[in-house]
Every structure is written in structure tokens, then in C-alpha cells.
């Protein structure tokens, strides 16, 4: 899981730098970029959620902000 998180932060830098830079269109990048964020925010939460306490606020957290990103990226690519 942890080659996933670093897999997933990697893709989500590179693509940012490619919409940043103008070498790949904003509107292929941006999607690809949010996807690769989302899913790293799912994988944060994973180990969050088996805690008590304060980690369960986290979890909640991480996973709804998550479950935000991947509404903003459906909206911009059907809606949008």
C-alpha cells in the first residue's frame, strides 16, 4: 500500500506539472491529476478507520474530502 501512496503522489505531481507547463492540455490533466488525489486520500483513510478516538475523526474526514474530489472531477467532465 505504501508503493500505492507514492505511486498515486507521483502522478498526481506529474500531471500537475504538465497542465502547469502547458505541455498537456488542462482538461486532460486536470482529471487524471484529481483521480490520482482521491484515490491517495482513500488510502490515507485506510488506517484511519480501524482506530478509536480521535484517528475516527480523520478517517471522516479524509474520506469525505475524497468523496468531494471525486464529485468535482465527475462534474467537470460531464457537467463542465
Known sequence: MKIMKILLSVIT??????GLFKVLSFDISN?????????????QSIPYKNTVGKRKSEFILTFIAALFV??????NIFLG
Not at 482529471?31 to 488510502?43: D, G, K, R
Not at 471525486?70 to 462534474?75: C, D, K, M, T
Open 13 to 18: 505531481i506529474i500531471f500537475a506539472g504538465l
Open 31 to 43: 482529471p487524471v491529476m484529481f483521480t490520482s488525489l482521491a484515490t491517495f486520500l482513500l488510502l
Open 70 to 75: 471525486y464529485a468535482v472531477v465527475i462534474y
